[in-house]
């Protein structure tokens, strides 16, 4: 089958936003520099940046990056010839002024993320940054707290403020490929935009996810070299490409200076490899936001609780992105009740 034949999937880059999770939020301009000019050689045509959190989080809440997220927009934009540099935005943590900064460092693409529930919460950045000429996505973070009728709806209001493509997001790594098609599916009738999907990796179904939402109609697959990402990563960008052209599609990407550029720059980044252990996989199991895996952690060891415990107990809760406080206070809560806690042994995903 020739390439005008196969259906197009587009292939977009996380590893220098998502990815800084991993590690820390700490690489470098030049790292980001180095990682970028891999990816555009491979053929990726967007390519995300900036702290892990998105534009303005570095901060002592969410930790300190090691530059500017200016910088490090400039030092893609440098590093690249064809692919467009793309920033995360998330109302009540970014503003429209740190977005100008982006755009005046060469950000062409902005990614204006809110919890499913909250679509509104999207008009006013993605407005203005359809008025200031930029390609405008949007997420819908945490797609499986909704069914998939509601999250269409949600969906809907993104679609007539101006966002030109609308992303399902299994923030949590909840989902598995039927939850996932569904959604997409649902989202896909809803709009006139083009659809996403970004995966997280926490029930080890990434890739299956990715393939299921293009299947109903996403064009625009999110991944991240090596799966650099929040808890258990995303769906890994050079497995993705590998199989999405034995599934048919065509990416437009060429996969061996893909994977050169995961094995050879990234990887000896890395702090640690990037896997599913048992934090990661009941994360996604009790369909917990992926970001609260390192504080977690923290506050299990401080606390003297077992990280599952936390864990279901904030599934149970139904905590969002956000919501970070609820760790410490779960944690207190669950050491003062001791061996007499009470803890859910599911949570519906």
Same mark, same amino acid.
């Given at each position: 089958?020739?390439?005008?034949?196969?259906?197009?999937?587009?292939?977009?880059?996380?590893?220098?936003?998502?990815?800084?999770?991993?590690?820390?939020?700490?690489?470098?301009?030049?790292?980001?520099?180095?990682?970028?000019?891999? =990816?555009?050689? !491979?053929?990726?045509?967007?390519?995300?940046?900036?702290?892990?959190?998105?534009?303005?989080?570095?901060?002592?809440?969410?930790?300190?990056?090691?530059?500017?997220?200016?910088?490090?927009?400039?030092?893609?934009?440098?590093?690249?010839?064809?692919?467009?540099?793309?920033?995360?935005?998330? +109302?009540?943590?970014?503003? &429209?002024?740190?977005?100008?900064?982006?755009?005046?460092?060469?950000?062409?693409?902005?990614?204006?993320?809110?919890?499913?529930?909250?679509?509104?919460?999207?008009?006013?950045?993605?407005?203005?940054?359809?008025?200031?000429?930029?390609?405008?996505?949007?997420?819908?973070?945490?797609?499986?707290?909704?069914?998939?009728?509601? &999250?269409?709806?949600?969906?809907?209001? &993104?679609?007539?403020?101006?966002?030109?493509?609308?992303?399902?997001?299994?923030?949590?790594?909840?989902?598995?490929?039927? !939850? %996932?098609?569904?959604?997409?599916?649902?989202?896909?009738?809803?709009?006139?935009?083009? =659809?996403?999907?970004?995966?997280?990796?926490?029930?080890?179904?990434?890739?299956?996810?990715?393939?299921?939402?293009?299947?109903?109609?996403?064009?625009?697959?999110?991944?991240?070299?090596?799966?650099?990402?929040?808890?258990?990563?995303? %769906?890994?960008?050079?497995?993705?490409?590998?199989?999405?052209?034995?599934?048919?599609?065509?990416?437009?990407?060429?996969?061996?200076?893909?994977?050169?550029?995961?094995?050879?720059?990234?990887?000896?980044?890395?702090?640690? +490899?990037?896997?599913?252990?048992?934090?990661?996989?009941?994360?996604?199991?009790?369909?917990?936001?992926?970001?609260?895996?390192?504080?977690?952690?923290?506050?299990?060891?401080?606390?003297?609780?077992?990280?599952?415990?936390?864990?279901?107990?904030?599934?149970?809760?139904?905590?969002?992105?956000?919501?970070?406080?609820?760790?410490?206070?779960?944690?207190?809560?669950? %050491?003062?009740?001791?061996?007499?806690?009470?803890?859910?042994?599911?949570?519906?995903?």
């Amino acid at each position: 089958m020739s390439d005008t034949q196969r259906p197009k999937v587009t292939l977009v880059d996380t590893s220098l936003r998502d990815g800084m999770s991993s590690v820390s939020h700490k690489f470098t301009p030049q790292q980001v520099a180095e990682i970028s000019r891999g =990816l555009d050689k !491979a053929g990726i045509t967007t390519i995300e940046v900036a702290h892990g959190i998105g534009l303005g989080a570095s901060s002592i809440q969410y930790g300190f990056a090691a530059a500017t997220d200016p910088e490090y927009v400039r030092a893609a934009v440098e590093a690249t010839s064809q692919a467009d540099i793309a920033v995360l935005y998330v +109302p009540g943590i970014a503003t &429209l002024a740190e977005l100008e900064a982006a755009i005046d460092a060469g950000a062409k693409t902005v990614r204006v993320a809110v919890h499913c529930t909250e679509a509104d919460c999207a008009e006013q950045p993605v407005v203005w940054a359809r008025e200031h000429g930029m390609r405008v996505m949007s997420f819908l973070m945490m797609s499986h707290k909704l069914e998939p009728g509601a &999250l269409a709806e949600q969906a809907a209001k &993104l679609d007539s403020y101006g966002a030109q493509v609308i992303y399902v997001v299994d923030s949590a790594g909840a989902m598995v490929p039927k !939850a %996932a098609g569904a959604r997409v599916a649902a989202v896909r009738e809803a709009v006139s935009a083009d =659809l996403g999907f970004h995966a997280h990796n926490n029930l080890g179904v990434g890739i299956a996810n990715a393939l299921t939402a293009a299947e109903e109609g996403a064009t625009f697959i999110d991944g991240s070299l090596r799966g650099l990402g929040a808890s258990a990563g995303n %769906a890994q960008t050079e497995v993705l490409a590998a199989a999405f052209e034995r599934a048919g599609y065509d990416t437009g990407v060429d996969l061996f200076p893909l994977i050169d550029t995961a094995e050879h720059v990234v990887a000896p980044l890395m702090k640690e +490899p990037q896997i599913v252990d048992e934090t990661a996989l009941v994360l996604g199991y009790a369909g917990v936001y992926s970001t609260f895996f390192h504080p977690t952690k923290r506050a299990a060891k401080k606390y003297g609780v077992k990280e599952r415990d936390i864990l279901m107990e904030l599934g149970r809760r139904g905590v969002i992105g956000g919501q970070e406080d609820m760790i410490i206070d779960v944690a207190a809560e669950l %050491a003062g009740l001791g061996e007499h806690a009470t803890l859910p042994e599911k949570v519906d995903a």
